[in-house]
């Protein structure tokens, strides 16, 4: 499949012209495969979503966090990977980007807690 010289088919996740390549290429500004935006980037990553839920679940479980905080991160790690490869819409990247942010904060939080935990047991 190749774009029309007349048509206009801009990369659905940076906005350059794709015409003249085929759906096997890559696009030159951003490396999203030129496939996914013949698609209209239909799929949704799945680990993308895990991550994001994963992310909100470290907060509602508690100290369970440190099992479900660095699952989020690697999900949102592998969702990025299947964005890049074509496999997954950009549009997932925002759901994986808050995963990642959720989990990153919630280990903030507790390096906090332990810290303050830590300092109290010194001066006792």
Known sequence: MDVERGRELPCINCGYDLRGLTAQHQCPECGLSVAQSFQGGAVTSGFAIASM???IVSFVVGVLGIVTAP????????AKQDIM???ASPGSKGFATAGMVLAWVWLGVLLVVLGIVALAILIS
């Open 71 to 78: 699952l989020a991160l690697h999900f949102a790690r592998r």
């Open 85 to 87: 490869a074509g496999r």
């Open 53 to 55: 839920v994963l992310g």
